[in-house]
């Protein structure tokens, strides 16, 4: 996804309990891995009753693991850090400053929204901003669960709504992805979706990619899979890779659309082993998916209902 600056097994057991008495002491309840929230003052019998959601039924053979309902009224700081003041993805030549704020990443209604924004004035990003040093005219949002949950292998699965109308949606670049969380060997794209421009083909397309590094030492390799019915920005749809030793699969609403095995790809189990923390974000401009024109809306909102991981 990014051009970025220069233990195995399941950590996301040992580091929920961890979380859980940090946030227990610091007066914080963390509620089934699906929201959190503070205590309500009064006798305990007066309190409002916070109940999570009902645990979402596993894809056959795998076992709930890990998951965020969004179902609080803010990013949960055990799961997820939130870039800001951050000018990454500069290496890509993105556009928009990363920030955490309301405006740009928030939760409500069961509902995680990563916001790309045109500003009426240029912002400042940060104290070091070498390419815009008069400031930003686009704003976005990027979260990932590095240095707080990490996975070895499992169902990694996203459903949400992307920002990508066809024709008016140009420079946006909605992504979910995954990063080595010590090293740099390996990158999953789970999925990435490009916006178009007036009359330009593809606002339904997904790109589903693997890559080794970014040198490349091997070149990458992915697929571009178009939806057969429907829009991705008119209605919310399910991304899933299930990565296991010697394979990774890809599913687009619970189809098969991509594999890579060790045979199709002899350097896979070499880049995909280890510990991987999870990305999120939506990018404006860069290389790729070129800068918005005139006809591109703002704000623009990469809506995520839930993520949840998987483990045999």
Known sequence: MQAEEGGRGWA??????????????????LLDGAAWETPVAG???????????????????????WSDEFSGTAV????????????????????????DRPENVSVAGGELAITARRESAPLRCGRHDARFPDGRLYTSGMLSTKGRLSFEYGRFEIRARTPTAPGT????????????????IGEIDIFEVLGTGAGQPGANRIHQTI??????????????????????SEGFHTFAIEWERGSISWFVDEVLTYRRTATTT???????????????????????PGSP?????????FQVDYVRVYRR
């Open 293 to 301: 024109d005139e006809a591109t809306t703002f704000p623009a909102r």
């Open 76 to 99: 949960n700081p055990a799961y997820w850090n939130v870039e800001d003041d951050s000018t990454y993805g500069d290496g890509n030549d993105e556009l928009a400053c990363l920030l």
């Open 169 to 184: 949606s140009k420079g946006l670049w909605p992504a979910f992805w995954m990063r080595p969380s010590v090293g740099d």
């Open 266 to 288: 002899p350097w896979l189990d070499q880049a995909f082993t280890g510990d991987f923390h999870l990305r999120l974000n939506l990018a404006v401009g860069g290389v790729w």
């Open 12 to 29: 996301p057991r040992w580091l929920a309990v961890i979380a859980a008495v940090t946030a227990a002491v610091a007066g914080v309840t």
């Open 211 to 232: 890559m080794y590094d970014y040198l490349p030492t091997h070149r990458q390799q992915s697929r571009a899979y178009d939806l057969p019915t429907g829009a991705l």
């Open 43 to 65: 006798p305990a019998t007066d309190r409002p009753v916070h109940r999570a959601p009902p645990a979402p039924k596993a894809p056959a053979g795998w076992t709930l693991d």
